[in-house]
Structure formats: structure tokens, C-alpha cells
């Protein structure tokens, strides 16, 4: 044992270095070789030992790690730690994690142990540390833990997670049972399973599952699946539905060929919000505050209604008007005899619309489109 004292300094940046390539953690009786060399090939002080043996080695870490002010941690007899994430984090546990769970959606401990190479004592140590951090969610499932993606590892890595994974395996928005205990791949599925329901990440439908992520994806299954009946409602009602009329109808078809609004209490609302913004797109509807219309067969509707009423104006007068304004007045009768729903703001609705249209073609047929 030499007489001069180790330089701590220079030891500690040693450390920190080794445990930056290995996730933070040092094994005295596998790196020791690369402490020593790399300690004796540092600028250490000029009242410092040169070099080091594995006692001062030893002997040393161990006092680093009772210092406060010295950011190395003892675990056991040999074995050092060196928190390995910083402000930043850190891009080697990031890239591992992005990378392993891009092929599983749940781990065991002893896969993330294998993953980085820890004895098998440090596993729980480092899965408190990344699941302290976000870097994993911790699923319990008896006596033993699992592992999943968590929010401060899924900021640096796209398309890898729960959800992401989940969305994937989806069809129509959904998952069957069985598919899923396929992509969860571990023995303790139905833990997992109330996991994903308690989390928020799916919805149980009794044998299948709705993937949250996807609730799109379903609302796009849905509109398939009801819109021809949704188009007849507004035929009926010459293209032209209240809005509360229009989502009463949306809710009504989908209970009676699903019970998933029954059963996905939870995401009701977003369920039906998806269907109705597919609905809106799938069947060229334009929304207003009150009404929605089916928006080119509604002008067809209201130009049929204009031109016939022009028409029966023009075989009832003996004397054509000889303003705008009174050409629209004398029409009055023919637009309130406008019935096509038995909700009246849907007949007054048409009945605005056919009048503006009317209205624009007596100025362009009667007056050159020069009356307004």
C-alpha cells in the first residue's frame, strides 16, 4: 500500500466515466483493471500516489462514497453506482429502452437485467431508478414486477409504447382477447390485462378489448357500419337534420348494432365525437349551429323547390312584377306551404334557404342579375 494518498479527484472522474459506458454502475471486481489504468494514466496531483492498488482502490471508493459532496453511491461490497442521467438523461438507457420496447410491450426485470448486463442483486436498484425517473411503469402482478414504456422515455422515442404498439395491433379500433395476450407475451396476462383497463390504455367489451388510441380508427369502423341508415334519415327529411336531432339519430343507430356505448362509458363521448366528424366528411355534411345538411343534395332539393315555385309564379300572374321584392312577396304562399319535416325549424330552415334562392333566380332570369 503506497504511502501517498489516491487522488479522489482524479479517481471520481475515472469512475465517472466507466459508469457512464455501463448505465451507471461499477463493478470493482470486473473493471478494476480499467480504474487502474486509467487512474495511472491521468495528470494526478504531485502529492498523490502515481499509482494504485486494488486495496487503495478499494479503500478509496469506499471513503468517496461515504462523502456527500462525491456523487457515487455504495450498493454493496464491490459494487458503486454513479447516477448515469444528469439534467438530460441519459441517450445509452434511452436508446436501449426505445429499442427493447419496440419489440415488447412488457418486460420481466430479469430481461431489462439481461438487457444491460446487471448482476442480478442490482436489477430492483435500477428499476426503482428508471422507474423514478418515468423511463419505465412498473406493473405488479403478485410477487413479481413488470415493465412498460413510461412518459419520459416515450418524448425520445416515436411509434415505441403501450399505445403505440396497442394502436397497431388494433383492427377497427379494436383487439380480441387472444391477440392481446399474444402481444403482451408474458405469464402474468391478465394482470396485465387490468393494468391496460386501469390506465386508460383499452376498454373491455367482454372477449375484446377498445384500443383508446384508436378510438378513431373505430369511429371510422362505426360510420361504415351505420351510415347508409344515417343518409336516410336525411333523405326523409330532404337532406336537412336538427343537430340534436342528427346526434340523437347517430347514438340510436350505434345501440342498435353495438353495445359499446353501454359498455365504454369512459370514452361515450369520444366515441361519438370520431363518428360524428367521420359522418360529417364520409357524407359531405355541413354543420351549423342548429341544423346540419347533407349539403349537395339539400341544394338540389332547395333548387327543385325555387325553380318550381318561379315557374307556378310565372303561369299564375297575368302582369309579371316589376320589382324584386315584390316578385319574392307575391311567392310568400308557395314558400309557407313548404312542409318537409314535422320538426318545424327544419321547415322553416328550407323555407329560408328556397327563398334565397328563389330570390337569385328572378334577378338572374327577370332583371339581368341586375335587381341586387
Known amino acids: 500500500m503506497t504511502l501517498l494518498p489516491v487522488d479522489t479527484d482524479v479517481l471520481e472522474d475515472v469512475c465517472r466515466d466507466i459508469a457512464q459506458d455501463n448505465y451507471g454502475f461499477i463493478y470493482v471486481s470486473d473493471q478494476k483493471g480499467e480504474i487502474k489504468s486509467a487512474y495511472e494514466s491521468a495528470d494526478v496531483g504531485l502529492t498523490n500516489a502515481k ?99 413510461g412518459p419520459q422515455l416515450k418524448e425520445h422515442a416515436d411509434d415505441v409504447g403501450l399505445d403505440s404498439r396497442l394502436e397497431r395491433e388494433a383492427s377497427n379500433g379494436k383487439i380480441a382477447h387472444s391477440d392481446l395476450e399474444r402481444v403482451i407475451d408474458v405469464d402474468a396476462t391478465s394482470d396485465v390485462i387490468r393494468y391496460l383497463d386501469r390506465e386508460g390504455y383499452i376498454v373491455d367489451l367482454d372477449g375484446e378489448y377498445l384500443v383508446q388510441e384508436a378510438i378513431d380508427e373505430y369511429g371510422r369502423y ?106 319574392v312577396e307575391l311567392a310568400e304562399e308557395h314558400f309557407e306551404e313548404l312542409q318537409v319535416s314535422n320538426a318545424e325549424p327544419v321547415n322553416e330552415h328550407v323555407r329560408d334557404a328556397v327563398r334565397s334562392r328563389y330570390r337569385s333566380l328572378v334577378n338572374d332570369e327577370e332583371f ?3 335587381a341586387e
Open 51 to 149: 499509482s494504485l492498488s486494488a486495496s487503495d482502490m478499494r479503500k478509496a471508493l469506499t471513503e468517496m462514497a461515504a462523502d456527500e459532496f462525491i456523487d457515487l453511491e455504495q450498493l454493496r461490497d464491490g459494487v458503486f453506482y454513479v447516477d448515469p442521467f444528469g439534467v438530460k438523461g441519459n441517450m445509452n438507457i434511452t436508446r436501449e429502452l426505445t429499442n427493447l420496447f419496440g419489440q415488447r410491450l412488457v418486460v420481466t426485470g430479469e430481461t431489462l437485467r439481461s438487457r444491460f448486463s446487471l448482476a442480478i442483486d442490482d436489477i430492483e436498484f435500477f428499476a426503482d431508478e428508471l422507474a423514478d425517473r418515468d423511463y419505465v411503469r412498473r406493473i405488479t402482478a403478485g410477487k413479481r414486477d413488470y415493465y412498460t414504456i
Open 222 to 327: 362505426l360510420t361504415e357500419e351505420i351510415d347508409e341508415a344515417i343518409e336516410a334519415e336525411f333523405e326523409e327529411s330532404s337532406y336537412v337534420l336538427r343537430t340534436d336531432e342528427f346526434e340523437q339519430v347517430v347514438e340510436n343507430e350505434i345501440d342498435v348494432r353495438f353495445d359499446v356505448l353501454s359498455k365504454a362509458r369512459s370514452v361515450r363521448r369520444e366515441i361519438l365525437e370520431e363518428t360524428r366528424s367521420t359522418l360529417v366528411e364520409r357524407l359531405g355534411l355541413d354543420e351549423g349551429r342548429e341544423m346540419i345538411e347533407m349539403v349537395d343534395p339539400f341544394e338540389d332539393v332547395v333548387e327543385d323547390h325555387a325553380r318550381r315555385i318561379l315557374t307556378d309564379m310565372k303561369a299564375e300572374q297575368d302582369q309579371l312584377p316589376g320589382t324584386l321584392p315584390e316578385w
Open 368 to 370: 339581368g342579375g341586375m
